[in-house]
Nanobody, 126 residues
């Protein structure tokens, strides 16, 4: 069993930088895929970024590319979502997700993920 816990959300001003963390507990392996999704009020859950557990492959959604990066601390069971130059449109609940053996070409599909965190709220003021 895998558990995910997000942290680092909060209220920030437009233009600021934020780092979200997702701590994993339980069994992981190199075929473990970690993802970040977000859901704004009244909108569908949106893919943001994903990476393989070993960090060898990453992908960031075109909608946030250049401002968002995903990384992992190899010494800790923690992955990060770095958000630069926050925009009010980034306001959403951000979710960490994970799955074993997920086919990389489908990593943007939320239904492919078996494990989810509880989410962390990010609110950006203009």
């Amino acid at each position: 069993q895998v558990q995910l816990e997000e942290s680092g959300g909060g209220l920030a001003q437009a233009g600021a930088t934020l780092r979200l963390s997702c701590t994993t507990s339980g069994r992981t392996s190199n075929n473990f895929v970690m993802g970040w999704f977000r859901q704004a009020p009244g909108k569908e859950r949106e893919f943001v970024a994903a990476m393989r557990w070993n960090g060898a492959t990453t992908r960031v959604s075109d909608s946030v590319k250049g401002r968002f990066t995903i990384s992992r601390d190899s010494a800790k069971p923690t992955q990060y979502l770095h958000i630069n130059n926050l925009e009010p449109e980034d306001t959403a609940v951000y979710y960490c997700a994970a799955s074993y053996g997920l086919i990389w070409s489908s990593m943007a599909q939320s239904r492919q993920y078996n494990y989810w965190g509880q989410g962390t709220q990010v609110t950006v003021s203009s």
